[in-house]
């Protein structure tokens, strides 16, 4: 008999006889010698597919997708199945923008006052996948009517010290970040730091819009530019222990800040008709500059243990996000060759802390079920404040606006129970059902309305996933999950942006949750040459559904003050929205070298406002994506990638449609350790065109922009240090097995 293990002397043993009479031989204690080498280095070659279906989610691995280097987690979300982003970096899911971010599994307050904003601040090269979960289990939060977006950032679990640093300039935008990770016994370290700076670019833009009143007519002819900056900083540390085997603690600690500032300048011409007769027209001037800045602070402790039943947990999480942002904006009219006639500035800050405890339990109650059951409390505190100066025609001075100057407190406390249980269901059905029942406190006052009465309430979210395994290659899911979708500090908050006094914006403190319902049915194919076939047909409904929505006023009265002529946008629960649909997504290698990856969406949308008694809107939205990548000889590797929106239809008017495309090619050097990479985006096309119209009560809006999207970049990537499989200087093995 001969006895062997990996990295052990093989042990023979002679002599031993088994028959009629021996049937049982017992052969006491075998103790194998360690034979284990210690290698110079080990060079690990694998390819993860950059898409992969999983039975409650979508996973994209970034690491071979070439298009987004040098890019941010915006350009990484534009290529995923099912996720579609349009021109100004706002993201649906599904058709749908209630979408949760998390980064890491957990919640962040740097997404609090502008998601766009925050996702241009994470740069591509720290993330090494995003997960779209379009049908959230009870283990989740109810949060989010489209579902969850988990990006996931790198981390270095090796022993040993490893890093990597990533640099990239560009015509558009610059990206610097550096890893760096050592693990050493039990203990795990991980550290990044990132910056990102988008350089001045100038945007064109012209709006038109005509309101009525009985026989007269008002147009307003904007015409001039916007000038647009940005940049922010990442940095980060955690910290990985474990105990034992069966014990582990981990804690990690964010900082991140970003900041957007625009300058604008406006020829103005409002021109009043009686009968399609002029009877005035003024030529004005209308500067505008604002400025936004956040900074937040997120902080993890976690606990884990394992218990002597296999696959038996417990998960105790801490988790706080602190949270502040400053708005301000600055504006002046005047007439030509004079001094303004209005002007004001404001500057608003606020506060967004959110502090979350929860606790997940799973116990294996058979090879065939499982159960996992947890609580979660979670409570939100923003505090926004708005000081508002107004200029004084006389002594061209900025005075204070007591009667524009306001404040919001607002409290919100989630308290949440849940259960799940994964089952085999008729011997070849796959099964996850749960419930997840959530308690809503909330409290808010305003400084110009006192207290707001905001009523407790309860939410009971079931949800399921039924599979099926057709042999090892197809699999076919069925899913549904109840959603909610709670106004974030974007949406509440009753900050007036008079940044141009036609045009302005406000949040709306009253609020009520949007609620979804959400159905799928999913089929994966798996081809023996490495293809894949992903099908998503879908229904969704939503309930008290969250818009945007623009009033025209020919006299806004704020205070003492009174704007003529004023498009008012703010958000609105203005009925039901639903969607039917299908998506389609796959990879396609063609040979050894080529792998072409296409996926599309098709839906159509009808939403039914309830709000304004106005008529119902209906019609198809579709996306379609295609990326192609080829790999060299000599480590060389390219990539191409298009996308085309097609035009939507709104509540009230139609969004543009737009297209663009990358290339990208990257040479890998001193044998994979470090990479250099070229990219362009739309080197044929300086703007993007985008028209569109706004259809108020007695207004009609359209506007025409031209934003610079050509660009072109140089990236470089470099990857230090080496597996080490030493531990504490010894030989990882034990000396003998038993």
Known sequence: MVIGFIGYKRKTLEAIKVDGVNSVVDLGDLFLSSESKLL??????????????????????VENDLTSQGGVAT????????????????????????????????????????????????PADQIKSVEVISSPGAKYDA?????????????????????SVNLSAGTRRNNGSIN???????????????????????????????????????????????????????????????????????????YDSFNNDNKSFNNQTVETYK??????????????????????????????????????????????????????????????NSNPFSGLNSNNKGLDNEFEVNIDYTYPISDKFTLETGAKTTKNHIISDALVNSLDNNTQIFIPNLSQTNSLNYKRAIYAVYVSGTYKLFKYLDVKS????????????YSQVGNINIQPYNTFAPSIVIAHNFASTNSLKLSYSYRIERPDYEDLNPFLDLSDPRNASTGNPNLKPEIGNNFELGYNKNYKKGGNLNIAVFFRHNSQDIKSFATFYPGYVVGDSTYKNLTLNTRLNIGQE??????????????????????????NQTIVNKFTGGPNVSGFRARINLNATYEFKHDFSAEVFGTYSAPENSIQGKRPAFFFYNFAIKKQLFNKKASIGFTATNPFNKYINLQSTITAVNSVRSSYRQLPFRSFGLTFAYHFGKLDFKKNGEDPLPNSVN
């Open 40 to 61: 110079k280095s080990v060079t690990v070659t694998g390819k993860v597919p950059i898409i992969q279906n999983k039975i409650d989610k979508i996973v994209y691995n």
């Open 75 to 122: 350009d990484i979300l534009k290529k995923i199945p099912q996720v579609s982003v349009d021109i100004d970096g706002n993201v649906q899911l599904l058709g749908s923008s209630g979408v949760k971010f998390l980064i890491d599994g957990k919640p962040s307050t740097i997404f609090g006052s502008s998601v766009a904003d925050a996702l241009r601040s994470i």
């Open 143 to 163: 949060a989010g009517t489209a579902g969850i977006i988990n990006i996931i950032l790198k981390k270095n679990n090796a022993y040993g010290v490893n890093g």
């Open 180 to 254: 760096l990770g050592a693990k050493k016994g039990n203990f795990g370290f991980n550290a990044y730091f990132n910056g990102n700076n988008q350089p001045n670019t100038l945007a064109l833009n012209n709006t038109n819009r005509n309101s009525f009143f009985a026989d007269t007519t008002n147009t307003l002819i904007q015409n001039g530019n916007t000038k647009s900056n940005r940049g922010g900083i990442r940095t980060g540390l955690g910290i990985d222990w474990d105990i034992n085997k069966k014990n582990n603690i981990s804690a990690s600690v964010s």
């Open 275 to 336: 009968s399609s007769q002029l009877l005035n027209s003024e030529l004005s001037l209308l500067n505008s500059d604002s400025h936004s800045n956040e900074h937040a602070f997120d902080l993890t402790f976690a606990y884990k243990k394992k218990f002597k039943k296999e696959d038996e947990e417990l998960n105790i999480e801490a988790n706080a996000g602190l949270g502040k942002s400053t708005n301000s904006f600055s504006q002046q009219q005047s007439l030509l």
């Open 434 to 445: 749960g419930l997840r029942y959530e308690r809503t406190l909330s409290d808010a006052s």
């Open 578 to 603: 639903i969607r039917e649909g299908i998506s389609i997504s796959g990879s396609i290698p063609l040979g050894s070298k080529l792998t072409v990856r296409p996926n599309m969406y098709v839906a």
